[in-house]
């Protein structure tokens, strides 16, 4: 095991009824004047904003609100939101949603101290300093809530990149499974594959991480387990609030203790790809790519991916494993191949150059771009 450091700043408050402590939260932390960051209006409908808006208020908190965040969410309008947080002179960034949202608001937070927010994507400045960063969380799978990441996509450039600062951990985060009753259930399963993919990304270098590799496997079987639960009853409370947990604990440092850095070659190649197609959901994506990776990679450290298919999937081979994934997802109504994204063999050379943007891609091989021409052919 790789010597670490693990420190994790973020409270979570979680909970059935956990949302209207939100103002006491932020008031309790020093915050007077709040920029809530929202999405398309879910939260209208579902009755998340009547709450968070009460709670504000019973606090004696002011506010002011920015909405249209949008799925995979755009640098421009993070630079309109930043404008308005230094106009409103606001002292904490509230995001109410999911990845997205979160994303956005934290973004907004660095940048506020920024010259320049996108040279912080592209690493030419540190981020050292943020806004109070809080969180009511309405849809589980990227671990935003519990991180210090932020993904925008620069829409001219086309380069969907991530935003790395320990000034990005949110100070609190409330995690009420009950509001992500309202998900569509691709919206769901999204989630889920995004969360077990975060996984992944970290197991696969492992080798006798045993406290890690098992607390993977188990997250792993705990995602699935639950995705089946709530496919079959999407108001049952214990398969939600699970899901939503193990989301949390996906990408918050516990699953990669040892483990470097994690792959994230997979994550890198969709990220490229939903850069130059923004319609297609990240989680969506993932579970396209992910099973192509494997099957590219799986002799690349092949006690590691034998026992992945044994612990998670209970089959003899990889390619049984990888089967199992592709027969679940599929069952779960996602996608499983890159032509159900709406992505042909001529659009690879555009994904494969977006993504070798960001620099080099993977640990567990540093793919080339014939690596990554290969692993698009195996998704189609
Ligand atoms: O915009 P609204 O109206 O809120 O609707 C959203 C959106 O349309 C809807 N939704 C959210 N909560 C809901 C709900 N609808 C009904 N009821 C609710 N309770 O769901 C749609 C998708 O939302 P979005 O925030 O885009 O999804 P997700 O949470 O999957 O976030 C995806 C983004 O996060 C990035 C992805 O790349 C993508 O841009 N990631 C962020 C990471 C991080 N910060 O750590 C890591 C991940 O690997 C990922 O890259
Ligand atoms: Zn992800």
Same mark, same amino acid.
Do not use: C
């Given at each position: 095991?790789?010597?670490?450091?693990?420190?994790?700043?973020?409270?979570?408050?979680?909970?059935?009824?956990?949302?209207?402590?939100?103002?006491?939260?932020?008031?309790?932390?020093? %915050?007077?004047?709040?920029?809530?960051?929202?999405? $398309?209006?879910?939260?209208?409908?579902?009755?998340?904003?009547?709450?968070?808006?009460?709670?504000?208020?019973?606090?004696?908190?002011?506010?002011?609100?920015?909405?249209?965040?949008?799925?995979?969410?755009?640098?421009?309008?993070?630079?309109?939101?930043?404008?308005?947080?230094?106009?409103?002179?606001? @002292?904490?960034?509230?995001?109410?949603?999911?990845?997205?949202?979160?994303?956005?608001?934290?973004?907004?937070?660095?940048?506020?101290?920024?010259?320049?927010?996108?040279?912080?994507?592209?690493?030419?400045?540190? /981020?050292?300093?943020?806004?109070?960063?809080?969180?009511?969380?309405?849809?589980?799978?990227?671990?935003?809530?519990? @991180?210090?990441?932020?993904?925008?996509?620069?829409?001219? @450039?086309?380069?969907?990149?991530?935003?790395?600062?320990?000034?990005?951990?949110?100070?609190?985060?409330?995690?009420?499974?009950?509001?992500?009753?309202? =998900?569509?259930?691709?919206?769901?399963?999204?989630?889920?594959?995004?969360?077990?993919?975060?996984?992944?990304?970290?197991?696969?270098?492992?080798?006798?991480?045993?406290?890690?590799?098992?607390? @993977?496997?188990?997250?792993?079987?705990?995602?699935?387990?639950?995705?089946?639960?709530?496919?079959?009853?999407?108001?049952?409370?214990?398969?939600?609030?699970?899901?939503?947990?193990?989301?949390?604990?996906?990408?918050?440092?516990?699953?990669?203790? $040892?483990?470097?850095? %994690?792959?994230?070659?997979?994550?890198?190649?969709?990220?490229?790809?939903?850069?130059?197609?923004?319609?297609?959901?990240?989680?969506?994506?993932?579970?396209?790519?992910?099973?192509?990776?494997?099957?590219?990679?799986?002799?690349?450290?092949?006690?590691?991916?034998?026992?992945?298919?044994?612990?998670?999937?209970?089959?003899?081979?990889?390619?049984?494993? /990888?089967?199992?994934?592709?027969?679940?997802?599929? $069952?779960?109504?996602?996608?499983?191949?890159?032509?159900?994204?709406?992505?042909?063999?001529?659009?690879?050379?555009?994904?494969?150059?977006?993504?070798?943007?960001?620099?080099?891609?993977?640990?567990?091989?540093?793919?080339?771009?014939?690596?990554?021409?290969?692993?698009?052919?195996?998704? =189609?």
């Amino acid at each position: 095991m790789d010597n670490f450091t693990f420190h994790n700043p973020t409270r979570i408050i979680f909970g059935k009824e956990s949302v209207g402590q939100i103002g006491g939260v932020i008031k309790e932390a020093g %915050g007077k004047r709040v920029l809530l960051v929202a999405g $398309g209006g879910s939260i209208r409908k579902n009755g998340v904003y009547d709450t968070v808006a009460r709670s504000l208020k019973e606090a004696g908190l002011t506010w002011v609100e920015a909405w249209g965040v949008r799925p995979n969410p755009v640098l421009a309008k993070a630079r309109e939101i930043i404008a308005l947080a230094q106009k409103e002179k606001v @002292d904490a960034v509230l995001a109410v949603g999911g990845g997205s949202v979160i994303d956005t608001a934290k973004s907004v937070a660095a940048g506020v101290f920024l010259q320049d927010l996108w040279a912080a994507f592209e690493r030419q400045v540190e /981020v050292t300093t943020a806004l109070p960063i809080f969180v009511v969380l309405t849809m589980s799978g990227t671990g935003s809530e519990m @991180d210090p990441l932020a993904v925008l996509t620069h829409e001219a @450039d086309v380069k969907k990149w991530v935003l790395r600062s320990p000034a990005l951990f949110p100070v609190a985060s409330i995690i009420d499974p009950t509001v992500q009753q309202s =998900l569509p259930w691709h919206q769901t399963v999204n989630g889920a594959i995004d969360a077990m993919t975060h996984v992944m990304e970290f197991y696969f270098l492992g080798t006798w991480e045993e406290t890690t590799m098992a607390l @993977d496997e188990s997250l792993m079987r705990t995602i699935i387990k639950m995705t089946h639960l709530l496919q079959q009853n999407p108001l049952g409370y214990e398969a939600r609030a699970n899901l939503a947990w193990a989301a949390s604990l996906a990408l918050n440092g516990l699953t990669g203790v $040892g483990l470097r850095e %994690g792959d994230f070659a997979t994550h890198r190649l969709e990220t490229a790809m939903s850069a130059v197609f923004p319609e297609i959901a990240h989680g969506a994506g993932l579970g396209v790519l992910f099973p192509a990776w494997i099957l590219y990679m799986k002799d690349y450290n092949p006690a590691t991916f034998a026992r992945w298919a044994r612990e998670v999937w209970e089959a003899g081979s990889v390619e049984e494993g /990888v089967a199992r994934m592709r027969l679940t997802f599929q $069952g779960w109504d996602a996608p499983v191949t890159l032509e159900e994204l709406g992505v042909s063999e001529a659009d690879i050379p555009a994904i494969v150059a977006a993504a070798l943007k960001v620099g080099i891609l993977g640990r567990l091989k540093e793919l080339t771009p014939g690596d990554l021409s290969a692993i698009l052919r195996l998704a =189609l």
